[in-house]
T-cell receptor, first 111, second 111 residues
Framework: QKEVEQNSGPLSVPEGAIASLNCTYS??????FFWYRQYSGKSPELIMS????GDKEDGRFTAQLNKASQYVSLLIRDSQPSDSATYLC???????????FGTGTKLQVIP | DGGITQSPKYLFRKEGQNVTLSCEQN?????MYWYRQDPGQGLRLIYY???????QKGDIAEGYSVSREKKESFPLTVTSAQKNPTAFYLC??????????FGEGSRLTVL
């Protein structure tokens, strides 16, 4: 079992729709959860962090965490073509511990 | 400006040669990381360092070496023992939140 699992996609959504990206993790000791966006040929950039169960909203992005189910998701509302990228889920046990990434989900927003 | 600087951006290596990738940060972060990314894949951890003069192996450390003599610097050497070194190498740093900030990456090609 992979430590962090994501559906590789591609996930295609029409412009203006909600994109839903999912991630599961195996380490029950995980405390910190992150979503990164990576455009083709570029380095990843952090878009959301979440540390406790529930929802966290930042603009068009909402991260959802359910530690009991070992599940974290990212919702992108009003998807734009500029959101087309690969989204990487990452987890760690907190603080300066190693950060483990999933393989990423490729999102395509169709104009 | 604060950030992470990786160099060189592109590097070509002949088989049997060692090469060193530079990573410098001025974010005053304690932790630094090296990841490798292959086409269409996620990020795999090579080495990470939580404090000066200390570092830990990640998931794919074989064929690589690092040093952490200064807080700002975490160079990675790709040795001739690394069988398939062609990849995109990403350096990152973090504070105690675990949020990673990445450099622009170094793309290594073996001729």
């Amino acid at each position: 079992q992979k430590e962090v699992e994501q559906n590789s996609g591609p996930l295609s959504v029409p412009e203006g729709a909600i994109a839903s990206l999912n991630c599961t993790y195996s380490d029950r000791g995980s405390q910190s959860f992150f979503w990164y966006r990576q455009y083709s040929g570029k380095s990843p950039e952090l878009i959301m962090s979440i540390y406790s169960n529930g929802d966290k909203e930042d603009g068009r992005f909402t991260a959802q965490l359910n530690k009991a189910s070992q599940y974290v998701s990212l919702l992108i509302r009003d998807s734009q073509p500029s959101d087309s990228a690969t989204y990487l889920c990452a987890v760690n046990r907190g603080g300066y511990q190693k950060v483990t990434f999933g393989t990423g989900t490729k999102l395509q927003v169709i104009p | 400006d604060g950030g992470i600087t990786q160099s060189p951006k592109y590097l070509f290596r002949k088989e049997g040669q060692n090469v060193t990738l530079s990573c410098e940060q001025n974010l005053n972060h304690d932790a630094m990381y090296w990841y490798r990314q292959d086409p269409g894949q996620g990020l795999r951890l090579i080495y990470y360092s939580q404090i000066v003069n200390d570092f830990q192996k990640g998931d794919i450390a074989e064929g690589y070496s690092v040093s952490r003599e200064k807080k700002e610097s975490f160079p990675l050497t790709v040795t001739s023992a690394q069988k398939n070194p062609t990849a995109f190498y990403l350096c990152a740093s973090s504070g105690n939140t675990g949020e990673l900030f990445f450099g622009e990456g170094s793309r290594l090609t073996v001729l």
